[in-house]
């Protein structure tokens, strides 16, 4: 069964280092997700995609974060600098776009510990 | 905009039992979609069942099924014949009709299974 692949799982760091997060969608999968799941919380949208192009980044603190899915496939997050409260999960979604409703597939997450 | 709530942050029920978790929420969207998500610990995400709001009839899935009252932005989630493997976080979630299709989450449940 096709799944939403996210390295690394898991992911230490100092504050005011770079860290930066992969995620591989389900083969066809139009549209792209980055939520941010703060421990003991829902996750939250940082970042939306439709192919390579951002459909919604309101919540993306742009001063430190960026995403890019260059080729419409694979996708980047990346902070920098880290600070300690982006100790986080950072989950990956996917679904086909297109369809109101769509099913939105998780990917496994990267746990994030900024010390 | 979308908010949704979660007013049980923690539930326990034995095993075999029927178990009923409580989600409300509020959407400006004349068309909207609703989920429930489990997340069972150390493991990604997954739909469980999914709501259409002008569906009026609830829908189920096996053991799982929901009661959608519109008009009181109540969406519950009723669990019957409880498994060990039910024992998992339980998110809510609402999503806008296309265009918007942004998931909003609950703080989400802690449900555990007792033996």
């Not at chain 1, 939403?4 to 139009?30: L, M, N």
């Not at chain 2, 998500?37 to 999914?50: A, D, G, H």
Request: aromatic share 10%; charged share 20%.
């Amino acid at each position: 069964e096709a799944e939403v692949a996210q390295s690394p799982r898991y992911k230490i760091t100092e504050k005011s280092q770079a860290v930066a997060f992969w995620c591989d969608p389900i083969s066809g999968h139009a549209t792209l997700y980055w939520y941010r799941q703060i421990l003991g919380q829902g996750p939250e949208l940082l970042v939306q995609f439709q192919d390579e192009s951002v459909v919604d980044d309101s919540q993306l603190p742009k001063d430190r974060f960026s995403a890019e899915r260059l080729k419409g496939v694979d996708s980047t997050l990346k902070i920098q600098p880290a600070e300690l409260g982006d100790s986080a999960m950072y989950l990956c979604a996917s679904s086909l776009g297109g369809i109101s409703g769509a099913e939105q597939f998780f990917g496994p997450g990267t746990r994030l510990t900024v010390l | 905009a979308q908010t949704v709530t979660q007013s049980q942050p923690e539930m326990s029920v034995q095993e075999a039992e029927t178990v009923t978790l409580s989600c409300t929420y509020d959407t400006s969207e004349s068309n909207y979609y609703l989920f429930w998500y489990k997340q069972p610990p150390s493991r990604q995400m997954i739909l469980v069942i999914r709501q259409e709001a002008y569906k009026q009839q609830n829908a189920t899935e096996n053991r799982f099924s929901v009661n959608f009252q519109k008009a009181a932005k109540s969406f519950s989630l009723k669990i019957s014949d409880s498994q060990l493997g039910d024992t998992a976080m339980y998110f809510c979630a609402s999503l806008g009709h296309f265009g918007n299709e942004k998931l909003t989450f609950g703080t989400g449940t802690r449900l555990t299974i007792i033996p």
